[in-house]
């Protein structure tokens, strides 16, 4: 009798096991599905990976292959924890960055994290840092007792020299690919003037006017994106200029919010513009056909970065945006966003999901001033909440060998 209870309780706990590893399967299978309808626009991003159930691998005999291991995740490094006005990836394996509370320069390497003050000369409240020749030399931008801009150009390599005061009201600096030549906007009693200044800070060539003073630089080889500053209830264009011959064509033009960057070849813009629900959308456009390609993702181009391939383009996209208009309250800093990465080829419109340090690391991260490095391999940034230095490395990526991909790309 005993043996036949047991049998039975032997074969009651049998079936009751084999009708939970079911259950618990049709339960992997619905939250596999779920996870493949949460998307940023109705899609899991690239390398979303399943929920494994409780007896998966148990009554599975086919080996589990390579692809379904957890792919690197790319790792996330605040390179500097106090405020920081400006920043350079030099050619060596280093960065340099300005302190804005004190102007100081310093220079860090990337291999060993070694920090090395470069330039102790205290410009107070720095609130802009533009460097030049691969970090060699550096222009810091404060307001002055008046406020007036004031802008000094020193080079960190000859202490004997000093800092060269450039024209005051300099509203917006952007260098040349070599580093070696600067386009300024200056502030004029008519509006505004942009123009280029050569290694040792003196005009080289006028190349703009105009009435108005709110207007962003981006200079890729010998073309230079002149666009008006960006606001969701005005519309603004946008020109692309020859530095060497002069032409001038409309690149984008009456764009709500417009921002825009311009690719290291010159050959597309990647802008973004707001829509009529308020909310700011990517799109690309070839500079040659004229052809649009909507990336169907919400973002600002501002918060974009070239790759060298010049068809790719990192974006640090926000989780989520308020009720609010929109660039104008990003930009006087009412609102601050949660932003994951993602990449976007403007060539054909495809767009995947690549890092979320909030989900990975437990970090909101706002990001500005994004770069990447001349090999593709490495991101760096500024967060625009405490405007610390931070680095996004990407394991495992191939190098871009163009001789062209020289420099970090913004």
Known sequence: MLYITVSVFVIV?????LSWAVFVGRQQQELQQDAANLGYFGGAPEGTRGVRGVFDGIFNNEPESAASQPDPEPILQQLYNLPTSGYVKKRANAIRFVDRATGHVFEKELSDGTTTRVDQTTIPQVYNAVFTNDGDGVVRQYVGDRGDIISTYSILT???????????NILEIK??????RM??????????????????GEVEKAIFDSNLRGWALDWKGEDLLITQKP???????SYLFDIVSGARMTALQQVPGLETKLSPDGQFVLYSKIEQTGTPVLFSKNVT???????????????????????EAYCALPAEFQQAQYPDAWYQGDIHFRDSLWKANVATGLVEHVFSPAVSNGVSLDMIDLTV?????TLFFINNTDQTLWSVTFPEREADESPAANEAVE
């Open 13 to 17: 706990l049998a079936i009751a096991l």
């Open 175 to 180: 260098t040349s690919r070599n580093e070696d």
């Open 158 to 168: 000859n202490k004997e020299i000093p800092g060269i005061s450039l024209p005051v």
């Open 289 to 311: 056909t004229g052809l649009d390609i909507p990336l169907n993702i919400a973002g600002f181009a501002s918060k974009c970065a070239w790759l060298p391939t010049s068809s």
């Open 183 to 200: 386009s300024v906007l200056y502030r004029t009693q008519e509006g505004s003037s942009v123009s280029i200044l050569n290694g040792k």
């Open 231 to 237: 606001s969701g209830s005005l519309p603004g264009s």
């Open 373 to 377: 490095s001349a090999d593709g391999g």
